[in-house]
């Protein structure tokens, strides 16, 4: 079945400093990829998508290409800040109803 | 627009004791689903519901009840809290099930302890 697989955290960065975060996901035919955040005691947003191969998807920063050839959807960013920190989570859908999320990775940025 | 709303923020159960958690939205969206989410696990899918009156299981259904009696509200209920039912609870909407390339809007959270 489809499956998302990131990396564990957590990720501890200086502010300024440059984010990977890496996601690889398992599915059969063509998925749409999505990166949420939540922020402390609050509920998940969307941060980004990419619905085809080769799309890349960006808000506030952060940038992730959808690789079909490595299954990939890495998020990066160039320069962190402390209000970046926060759980990422990767996520697929598949066309279907079901969205598959990724175990989530807790960023902290120290000032 | 208030978005996705759930009640309670915080809830402590005894075992065996049921409970019901709200979520509505007021986006006119089709398609709304529970989560929970535990430590190292992401989000697991409890149940969905395609439209009012349509619902179906997700990953992780048992022990928990819904129905969809109005394309607004989306309760789910606790038929006989459990331990392992301590979790936190995300509801979710988007605008339709079919496509995938929804966007989902979620609650800000029940943080559910079941003693």
């Known amino acids: 079945g489809n499956s998302v697989t990131q990396m564990e955290g957590p990720v501890t960065l200086s502010e300024e400093a440059f984010l990977t975060i890496n996601c690889t996901y398992t599915?059969?035919?063509?998925?749409?990829l999505f990166w949420y955040v939540q922020y402390p005691g609050e509920g998940l947003q969307l941060l980004l998508k990419a619905t085809k191969a080769d799309d890349k998807g960006s808000n506030k920063g952060f940038e992730a290409t959808y690789r079909k050839e490595t299954t990939s959807f890495h998020l990066e960013k160039g320069s962190v800040q402390v209000s970046d920190s926060a759980v990422y989570f990767c996520?697929?859908?598949?066309?279907?109803?079901?969205?598959?999320f990724g175990a989530g990775t807790r960023l902290f940025v120290k000032a | 627009n208030a978005g996705v709303t759930q009640t309670p923020k915080f809830q402590v159960l005894k075992t065996g004791q049921s409970m019901t958690l709200q979520c509505a939205q007021d986006?006119?969206?089709?398609?709304m689903s529970w989560y929970r989410q535990d430590p190292g696990m992401g989000l697991r899918l409890i149940h969905y519901s395609v439209g009012a009156g349509i619902t179906d299981q997700g990953e992780v259904p048992n022990g928990y009840n819904v129905s969809r009696s109005t394309t607004e509200d989306f309760p789910l209920r606790l038929l006989s809290a459990a331990p392992s039912q301590t979790s936190v609870y995300f509801c979710?909407?988007?605008?339709?099930?079919?496509?995938?390339?929804?966007?989902?809007?979620f609650g800000p959270g029940t943080r559910l302890t079941v003693l």
């Open positions: 986006m006119n969206h089709e398609y």
């Open positions: 996520a697929l859908r598949d066309g279907g109803f079901k969205t598959i």
């Open positions: 599915a059969t035919g063509y998925p749409s």
């Open positions: 979710a909407s988007s605008y339709s099930g079919t496509g995938g390339t929804d966007t989902q809007y």
